[in-house]
């Protein structure tokens, strides 16, 4: 089972600054990596998949970039509705599909 | 656009079985996976298993002794059964499409979940 871990825990950050998550998989996912925001009492939803290629409908502040076993989500001016919590999930070698334990963006 | 709406007892007793649907609206459940994903309360996500169109399923080998997942696609609807349950299976318990192309194994869009907890 691959294994992805998410630091910080938890990013202290004021709105309109850039925010800069890591995910790294325990062994190489290529580019098989995408990425998910859930607010409070909400479910997850698709930020990226491919690694880097935003969802329908995601702004452009949210970029994706890495590959192999280092991945790195930037929000690159955070604005007050970004606050939440971000999850990373390999599915490049599954079952099961697996997900990191998230990166809290809080102010 | 496909809507998903989790439906099913919030209340499972120690050693039962816990039971969940899935209902799948604005769409055809052909083409896709379709997925169990839980979140124990304040932490992160567990990925159960999934069904696709023609009935096969694959599951998380952590659940897999205890999960069966089922479908009836013609009233476009798939199901979860958890057996002998305990503390540690109380979750918001997930539906998700899953997409079924190789190497497009992304979860979109989720069900508003549901909590279902385990208790006497």
């Known amino acids: 089972e691959i294994v992805m871990t998410q630091s910080p825990v938890t990013l202290s950050v004021s709105p309109g600054e850039r925010a800069t998550l890591s995910c790294r998989a325990s062994?190489?996912?290529?580019?098989?990596l995408a990425w998910y925001q859930q607010k409070p009492g909400q479910a997850p939803r698709l930020l990226m998949y491919?690694?880097?290629t935003r969802a329908t409908g995601i702004p452009a502040r949210f970029s994706g970039s890495g590959s192999g076993t280092e991945f790195t989500l930037t929000i690159s001016s955070l604005q007050s509705e970004d606050f939440a919590v971000y999850y990373c999930q390999q599915y490049n070698n599954w079952p099961p599909l697996t997900f990191g334990g998230g990166t809290k963006v809080e102010i | 656009q496909v809507q998903l709406q989790e439906s099913g007892p919030g209340l499972v007793k120690p050693s039962e079985t816990l039971s969940l649907t899935c209902t799948v609206s604005g769409g055809s459940m052909s083409s896709y996976y379709w997925s169990w994903i839980r979140q124990p309360p304040g932490k992160g996500l567990e990925w159960i298993g999934y069904?696709?169109?023609?009935?096969?399923?694959s599951y998380n080998p952590s659940l897999k002794s205890r999960v069966t997942i089922s479908a009836d696609t013609s009233k476009n609807h798939f199901s979860l059964k958890l057996s002998s349950v305990t503390a540690a299976d109380t979750a918001v318990y997930y539906c998700?499409?899953?997409?079924?192309?190789?190497?497009?194994?992304?979860?979109?869009?989720w069900g508003q979940g549901t909590l279902v907890t385990v208790s006497s």
């Open positions: 491919g690694a880097a």
């Open positions: 069904i696709d169109y023609s009935g096969s399923t």
């Open positions: 062994q190489s996912v290529r580019s098989h």
């Open positions: 998700a499409r899953l997409g079924a192309v190789v190497l497009s194994n992304w979860c979109d869009p």
